[in-house]
């Protein structure tokens, strides 16, 4: 691995210089006019002969070049160390995790999100050498934590995964299974696997045609449901009461299994019906060791030698100077 810069995306800061540019043309610009306006020309020069458009400039071009230095400094520019870069083997896989309300329904105990969450644990527990990535969906879909092999945040990331973390309430598989995909390398073409957590409430006609897409770039999709089909009444964690419609009368959440079945077997995936944790867990394992492992290096755990501290004083440096650059010529005795 070669030299690189961690946050990239700070570099659209340095957008900034050519505004600052403009504006210290139109200072100057200003300056001139008001020269001009105050009458004569002559006697106005000779009144600030003292100044020195060459130190003021100077001062300008010192003040820029420190902002480059501070945001190329932010940037983190670093080389990895040799001797610490450890290389494992594994998968990316990207669990999607359905928080719509439906989830909190009680035909699994304590609760469809609470049994769906540890299942998930369990499954990170199996699952070591992998990268995982989390998408929480309800009416909308967000990528909650991107591929990483530190599995202690991606445990903290699921437990505290709730129907409150997204407004907008319903069931878009599609949504879901598009930003699980983002979360991936577009330039692998394999060893990729979606887990789909979901009761399938809501009918999302286009998740079938994402699925397609998501098989012709090789991702495997694995789907779990959630729930039965007798279904069951939402209660309200917060009131413990059950959830009504418009009309006051009880509803009543029931799994859609066939759409999680067609979505698995369209990417050669398998469906998994949670009941037990222990059974689902290995279900899902048998048919992910059926992707190729791959080596790849961990960048978590790799040591770094950062070079931001070099660019801090170098921007320091400048800031400091530049304090100490008077904008009037030295008097000469």
């Given at each position: 691995m070669s030299y690189q810069f961690e946050n990239t995306y700070f570099f659209w800061l340095l957008a900034a210089i050519p505004v600052f540019i403009f504006l210290f043309y139109l200072l100057l610009r200003w300056k001139r006019k008001t020269i001009q306006r105050i009458g004569d020309v002559r006697l106005v020069k000779e009144l600030i002969k003292g100044f020195s458009p060459r130190l003021f400039t100077m001062k300008f071009t010192m003040l820029s070049l420190a902002f480059a230095a501070g945001v190329v400094a932010v940037t983190n520019f670093r080389k990895p160390g040799d001797a610490d ?249």
């Open positions: 870069s450890i290389t494992r083997k594994g998968i990316d896989v990207v669990i999607a995790l359905d928080v719509s309300k439906s989830m909190y329904a009680v035909d699994l105990q304590p609760s469809r999100l609470e049994r769906a969450k540890q299942m998930i644990l369990k499954l990170m527990d199996e699952m070591p050498d992998d990268r995982i990535g989390l998408v929480l969906f309800a009416g909308r879909a967000y990528l909650q934590m991107p591929l990483t092999t530190d599995h202690g945040a991606a445990r903290l990331f699921v437990t505290s995964a709730s129907p409150d973390a997204i407004a907008m309430q319903g069931t878009v598989i599609a949504d879901a299974l598009q930003m699980s995909a983002n979360a991936f390398n577009a330039k692998e073409r394999r060893y990729k696997s979606v887990i789909l957590i979901s009761d399938g409430e809501d009918h999302d006609a286009n998740a079938l045609i994402k699925s397609g897409e998501l098989a012709d770039q090789g991702v495997m999709i694995n789907t779990v449901g959630v729930g039965s089909s007798e279904g069951s009444q939402i209660i309200d964690p917060a009131t413990g009461e059950s959830k009504k419609d418009a009309m006051g009368n009880t509803v009543i959440t029931k799994l859609n299994e066939d759409e999680l079945k067609q979505i698995a077997q369209k990417t050669n995936g398998v469906y998994v019906h949670l009941q037990g944790t222990d059974e689902t867990v290995s279900a899902l394992m048998k048919q992910l060791s059926q992707i190729d492992r791959k080596a790849y290096g961990d960048v978590s755990l790799t040591n770094f030698k950062t070079y931001y501290s070099w660019f801090a004083g170098f921007m320091f440096v400048l800031l400091l100077a530049e304090n100490f650059i008077p904008e009037r010529k030295k008097k000469i005795a």
